[in-house]
């Protein structure tokens, strides 16, 4: 998406519990979208990433309606960040790389279902290779209407048969799953509804050493975002058979220890050895985990872990309206069925005009945090969207030093996040509105934890946070 670095790689030893490993990429472009000139790329950045492994290399595709192309990343190590990067100059929708034998293909778009080869390298489109429509109208078999037509292709070869699986939306139903085959890769595909059951849909079929089948897709969650969920499969007559009656349980007979979430979301203290070069990870997260990502493209010489140990320091580097404009926003993603962040602030380098907090981000947005104004400190609490945001409450403090909190409440898709202060850490204090969260497609995501920093007057302000901390609980005064 429109975070940096990009395309998160995780890892896992029961499809339950994950961790990061790496990303691949730094930045994707450094077009105005992407950098936050004049324009942006929420929704956007890269989509749809198809992950494979072929004679012991690791090959990604994804691609970009910021930039117009589509990308190709090679490495032998995915744990490091040396991913090579070849651009085909055409978007290709929801790329699904496939290999057979030395021959490579991508299948990709809506409705009609193509396939196109690539060069054996994985490095471009081959000139006289196969360009052929795999299934034209994909979608036809669920209905006639359709908010999103057939897409997210997924091309697989299980048994003795090819296997397409794609998404799409019929007007007035659910996204649904479809799954075509055919016993030859260039030959008639046949389709079913392989799956209507609340939105469950877009994925492929994976299988485990003990030989379970499952399908592995995800719902739309509300405001938390998009959710994974394991589908089991059997098979009759070569056909996938997803769930059970047609529904699918949230209750799986997997062995599984409690649920750690430090391994894609945790707490930071902001402590990197100053007397050491950051080396590990990628180059723009400098020392910072990988659980982190910048909103758009960061800005290098405007941020430090360095420039006061033990803290991390966020600058102005312009003037900005707001939080969805404002660069070097740090965040992390938030999750259910609850949870909350907490920060420790240092305003003393703030100028007149700056705003530096902690903000639920998304496009219909709230932040609670420190605002200078006339060289006096208020903490305030703020509702935004595209447009604008308006101050809920003002409060005047005398310190520089201050404890922020957002707490998320997801159960049931009740979608509240509330908002507090402390002045020592101990006493917290709600203040402002409740957010009621909404995921909008503008933005294309779950709502994000964010560390931000923005100016309205001068730049050249700057905040210290001393630390960054979430638990599983949310706090309702």
Request: hydrophobic residues 40%.
């Amino acid at each position: 998406m429109h975070m940096n670095p990009g395309v998160p790689i995780m890892k896992s030893n029961d499809l339950v519990h994950w961790e990061m490993v790496s990303y691949v990429y730094d930045i994707l472009s450094d077009n105005d979208a992407l950098q936050l000139v004049n324009e942006n790329a929420y929704g956007r950045g890269s989509w749809a990433s198809s992950l494979k492994y072929h004679n012991n290399r690791f090959y990604l595709v994804t691609f970009s309606y910021t930039t117009n192309k589509t990308y190709i990343f090679q490495t032998d190590d995915i744990a490091s960040s040396g991913w090579e990067m070849f651009t085909l100059d055409a978007l290709y929708h929801d790329p699904s790389l496939y290999f057979e034998d030395d021959r490579v293909f991508l299948v990709y778009g809506t409705r009609d279902i193509r396939i196109i080869e690539l060069t054996s390298d994985v490095e471009a489109v081959k000139t006289d290779g196969i360009h052929h429509v795999l299934i034209p109208a994909a979608e036809d078999i669920a209905g006639t209407d359709f908010y999103v037509p057939a897409e997210g292709a997924h091309l697989q070869k299980i048994g003795d048969y090819y296997y397409v699986s794609l998404i799409t939306w019929p007007k007035d139903k659910m996204r649904t799953q479809l799954v075509y085959r055919s016993d030859k890769l260039l030959g008639e595909y046949t389709g079913k509804i392989a799956l209507q059951y609340e939105g469950i849909a877009q994925g492929g079929f994976i299988d485990t050493p003990s030989g379970d089948w499952y399908a592995f897709l995800f719902q739309d969650n509300g405001a938390v975002g998009r959710t994974p969920y394991l589908v089991p499969v059997q098979w009759v007559d070569n056909w996938p058979i997803l769930g059970t009656e047609g529904s699918v349980s949230t209750i799986l007979n997997i062995s599984a220890n409690k649920q750690d979430i430090s391994g894609i979301v945790n707490s930071d203290e902001f402590n990197v050895p100053t007397s050491e070069v950051i080396s590990d990870g990628p180059a723009i997260l400098n020392g910072l985990s990988l659980v982190w990502q910048w909103n758009h493209n960061p800005q290098a010489a405007y941020w430090s872990l360095t420039d006061r140990p033990g803290h991390l320091r966020l600058i102005n580097d312009r003037i900005d309206s707001d939080v969805l404009h404002t660069r070097n926003t740090l965040t992390q993603r938030t999750f259910g069925p609850e949870s909350s962040a907490t920060v420790l602030m240092d305003v003393s380098g703030l100028k007149n005009g700056d705003y530096a907090g902690l903000g639920a981000l998304q496009q219909n947005y709230g932040f609670v945090g420190v605002r200078k104004s006339l060289d006096q400190n208020y903490v305030v609490m703020a509702l935004g969207n595209a447009d604008s945001f308006v101050e809920s409450e003002s409060i005047s403090i005398q310190q520089d030093s201050i404890y922020l909190r957002i707490s998320f409440d997801f159960k049931e898709r009740r979608d509240e996040a509330r908002f507090f202060y402390s002045l020592d850490g101990e006493s917290w204090h709600a203040i402002g509105n409740i957010l009621h969260m909404t995921y909008t497609l503008p933005h294309f995501m779950g709502y994000r934890m964010a560390m931000f920093n923005f100016a309205t007057e001068q730049p050249g302000g700057y905040v210290d946070f001393d630390f960054f901390r979430i638990t599983q609980t949310a706090f309702n005064d």
